[in-house]
Protein backbone atom coordinates (compact mmCIF):
# COMPACT_ATOMS: atom_id res chain seq x y z
CA UNK A 1 0.00 0.00 0.00
CA UNK A 2 2.79 2.10 0.90
CA UNK A 3 4.23 1.71 -2.82
CA UNK A 4 1.04 2.98 -4.09
CA UNK A 5 0.81 5.67 -2.66
CA UNK A 6 4.10 6.61 -3.30
CA UNK A 7 4.63 7.38 0.41
CA UNK A 8 8.57 7.03 0.28
CA UNK A 9 8.61 10.00 -2.23
CA UNK A 10 5.91 12.39 -0.77
CA UNK A 11 7.85 11.82 2.64
CA UNK A 12 11.38 12.16 1.47
CA UNK A 13 9.66 15.57 -0.29
CA UNK A 14 7.87 16.81 3.16
CA UNK A 15 11.40 16.20 4.92
CA UNK A 16 13.48 18.22 2.17
CA UNK A 17 11.13 20.98 2.81
CA UNK A 18 11.80 20.79 6.56
CA UNK A 19 15.78 20.84 6.09
CA UNK A 20 16.11 19.83 10.11
CA UNK A 21 18.68 21.67 11.86
CA UNK A 22 20.47 19.98 14.84
CA UNK A 23 18.60 21.02 18.24
CA UNK A 24 15.82 22.57 16.45
CA UNK A 25 12.38 21.06 17.79
CA UNK A 26 10.21 19.91 15.07
CA UNK A 27 7.03 19.04 16.29
CA UNK A 28 4.98 16.05 14.29
CA UNK A 29 1.05 16.36 14.58
CA UNK A 30 -0.96 13.18 13.82
CA UNK A 31 2.24 10.98 13.61
CA UNK A 32 0.92 7.77 13.51
CA UNK A 33 2.94 5.07 13.76
CA UNK A 34 5.76 7.22 13.65
CA UNK A 35 7.58 6.92 9.86
CA UNK A 36 7.88 10.46 9.38
CA UNK A 37 9.39 11.61 12.82
CA UNK A 38 11.74 8.76 12.02
CA UNK A 39 12.62 9.74 8.73
CA UNK A 40 13.45 13.68 9.84
CA UNK A 41 15.57 12.12 12.98
CA UNK A 42 17.53 9.75 10.65
CA UNK A 43 18.09 13.03 8.65
CA UNK A 44 19.19 15.04 11.61
CA UNK A 45 20.07 12.70 14.96
CA UNK A 46 20.57 16.62 16.56
CA UNK A 47 16.69 17.57 16.44
CA UNK A 48 14.32 17.34 18.92
CA UNK A 49 11.42 15.75 17.52
CA UNK A 50 8.12 15.37 19.28
CA UNK A 51 5.11 13.22 17.82
CA UNK A 52 1.68 13.97 18.75
CA UNK A 53 -0.85 11.31 18.30
CA UNK A 54 -4.26 10.86 19.83
CA UNK A 55 -4.30 7.17 19.21
CA UNK A 56 -2.28 5.50 22.39
CA UNK A 57 -2.27 1.83 20.26
CA UNK A 58 -0.70 3.77 17.65
CA UNK A 59 1.91 5.77 19.75
CA UNK A 60 2.69 2.29 20.94
CA UNK A 61 3.48 0.93 17.40
CA UNK A 62 5.52 4.37 17.29
CA UNK A 63 7.21 4.02 20.64
CA UNK A 64 8.48 0.49 19.48
CA UNK A 65 9.85 1.40 15.79
CA UNK A 66 11.81 4.00 17.89
CA UNK A 67 12.94 1.72 20.44
CA UNK A 68 14.48 -0.53 17.66
CA UNK A 69 15.77 2.56 15.91
CA UNK A 70 17.60 4.00 18.79
CA UNK A 71 16.06 7.24 17.98
CA UNK A 72 15.28 9.41 21.13
CA UNK A 73 11.85 11.01 20.12
CA UNK A 74 8.99 12.84 22.26
CA UNK A 75 5.98 10.66 22.11
CA UNK A 76 2.81 12.30 23.26
CA UNK A 77 -0.74 11.69 23.27
CA UNK A 78 -2.72 14.42 22.11
CA UNK A 79 -5.44 15.94 20.15
CA UNK A 80 -4.10 18.53 17.47
CA UNK A 81 -6.43 21.40 18.41
CA UNK A 82 -5.08 21.32 21.96
CA UNK A 83 -0.97 21.88 20.71
CA UNK A 84 -0.73 24.61 22.76
CA UNK A 85 -1.66 23.01 25.99
CA UNK A 86 0.76 20.34 25.63
CA UNK A 87 3.59 22.23 24.42
CA UNK A 88 3.02 25.79 25.17
CA UNK A 89 2.70 28.86 22.75
CA UNK A 90 6.08 29.54 21.05
CA UNK A 91 7.73 26.33 21.44
CA UNK A 92 8.66 25.10 18.20
CA UNK A 93 10.61 26.21 15.32
CA UNK A 94 9.24 23.70 12.91
CA UNK A 95 5.41 21.73 12.60
CA UNK A 96 4.59 19.01 10.34
CA UNK A 97 1.66 17.32 9.64
CA UNK A 98 0.75 14.25 7.08
CA UNK A 99 -2.47 12.77 6.02
CA UNK A 100 -3.95 14.51 8.96
CA UNK A 101 -6.26 17.18 8.27
CA UNK A 102 -8.29 16.19 5.04
CA UNK A 103 -9.96 13.61 7.44
CA UNK A 104 -11.35 16.68 10.00
CA UNK A 105 -14.71 18.74 9.65
CA UNK A 106 -13.82 21.71 8.42
CA UNK A 107 -13.97 23.55 11.75
CA UNK A 108 -11.54 21.00 13.24
CA UNK A 109 -8.99 21.92 9.96
CA UNK A 110 -8.93 25.37 11.18
CA UNK A 111 -8.69 24.58 14.95
CA UNK A 112 -5.33 22.41 14.12
CA UNK A 113 -3.92 25.31 11.82
CA UNK A 114 -4.43 27.67 14.48
CA UNK A 115 -3.22 25.50 17.04
CA UNK A 116 -0.34 24.49 14.50
CA UNK A 117 0.55 28.60 14.19
CA UNK A 118 0.09 29.05 18.52
CA UNK A 119 3.03 26.75 18.90
CA UNK A 120 5.25 28.19 16.47
CA UNK A 121 7.91 30.47 17.20
CA UNK A 122 7.69 33.69 14.72
CA UNK A 123 9.64 32.75 11.52
CA UNK A 124 8.41 29.07 12.50
CA UNK A 125 7.85 27.00 9.28
CA UNK A 126 5.19 24.72 8.70
CA UNK A 127 4.87 21.60 6.28
CA UNK A 128 1.93 19.84 5.54
CA UNK A 129 1.65 16.85 2.68
CA UNK A 130 -2.03 15.39 2.05
CA UNK A 131 -4.66 15.12 -0.50
CA UNK A 132 -4.95 18.81 -1.76
CA UNK A 133 -6.62 20.40 -5.39
CA UNK A 134 -7.16 16.90 -7.54
CA UNK A 135 -6.75 19.06 -10.66
CA UNK A 136 -7.27 16.04 -13.15
CA UNK A 137 -10.40 13.76 -14.26
CA UNK A 138 -7.66 10.92 -12.99
CA UNK A 139 -7.10 12.21 -9.98
CA UNK A 140 -10.72 12.62 -8.82
CA UNK A 141 -11.93 9.58 -9.67
CA UNK A 142 -9.06 8.08 -7.98
CA UNK A 143 -9.66 10.30 -4.80
CA UNK A 144 -13.37 8.76 -4.91
CA UNK A 145 -11.40 5.74 -2.79
CA UNK A 146 -10.44 7.92 -0.17
CA UNK A 147 -13.58 9.59 -0.10
CA UNK A 148 -15.58 6.19 0.48
CA UNK A 149 -13.34 5.31 3.16
CA UNK A 150 -13.32 9.17 5.62
CA UNK A 151 -16.43 10.04 3.90
CA UNK A 152 -17.22 13.17 1.31
CA UNK A 153 -18.40 16.28 3.67
CA UNK A 154 -14.66 16.14 5.30
CA UNK A 155 -12.40 15.37 2.33
CA UNK A 156 -14.15 17.35 -0.81
CA UNK A 157 -12.88 20.83 0.64
CA UNK A 158 -9.34 19.07 0.15
CA UNK A 159 -10.05 17.85 -2.88
CA UNK A 160 -11.64 21.47 -3.88
CA UNK A 161 -8.46 22.92 -2.88
CA UNK A 162 -8.89 24.63 0.28
CA UNK A 163 -6.11 24.22 2.35
CA UNK A 164 -3.81 27.21 1.40
CA UNK A 165 -6.73 29.53 1.97
CA UNK A 166 -7.39 27.85 5.26
CA UNK A 167 -3.70 27.88 6.03
CA UNK A 168 -3.38 31.76 4.59
CA UNK A 169 -6.40 32.08 7.46
CA UNK A 170 -5.01 30.54 10.17
CA UNK A 171 -2.25 33.11 10.02
CA UNK A 172 0.76 32.40 8.16
CA UNK A 173 2.21 33.71 5.34
CA UNK A 174 4.54 32.85 2.47
CA UNK A 175 2.26 29.69 1.73
CA UNK A 176 2.39 27.93 -1.50
CA UNK A 177 1.70 24.29 -2.57
CA UNK A 178 5.37 23.36 -3.13
CA UNK A 179 4.97 19.86 -4.54
CA UNK A 180 2.15 17.49 -5.88
CA UNK A 181 2.46 13.94 -6.07
CA UNK A 182 0.09 11.70 -7.98
CA UNK A 183 -0.75 8.53 -6.46
CA UNK A 184 -3.10 5.74 -7.14
CA UNK A 185 -5.78 7.54 -4.29
CA UNK A 186 -5.27 11.07 -5.40
CA UNK A 187 -2.84 13.42 -5.77
CA UNK A 188 -0.41 14.63 -2.10
CA UNK A 189 0.37 18.14 -1.90
CA UNK A 190 3.30 19.18 0.49
CA UNK A 191 2.33 22.91 1.64
CA UNK A 192 5.07 25.25 3.15
CA UNK A 193 4.19 28.35 4.77
CA UNK A 194 5.64 30.62 7.98
CA UNK A 195 4.60 32.55 10.74
CA UNK A 196 5.45 35.84 9.97
CA UNK A 197 8.19 36.96 12.46
CA UNK A 198 7.23 39.31 14.92
Not at 41 to 51: D, F, L, Q, V, Y
Not at 52 to 80: C, E, N, S, T
Not at 114 to 121: D, N
Request: contains cysteine; glycine residues 10%.
Amino acid sequence: MAALLRERLWRGLLAMHVAPRPEEVIVDVGCGTGSQALLLHRIEPAAHIIGIDPDPRILAVARRKARAAGAPIDWRRGMGDELADGLGAGSADTAVSSLVLHQCPLPMKRAVLAALHTVLRPGGRLVLADYGLQRTRLMRTAFRFVQLADGRADTQPNADGILPALITGAGFDRVREAEVVSTVTGSISVYVARRADG
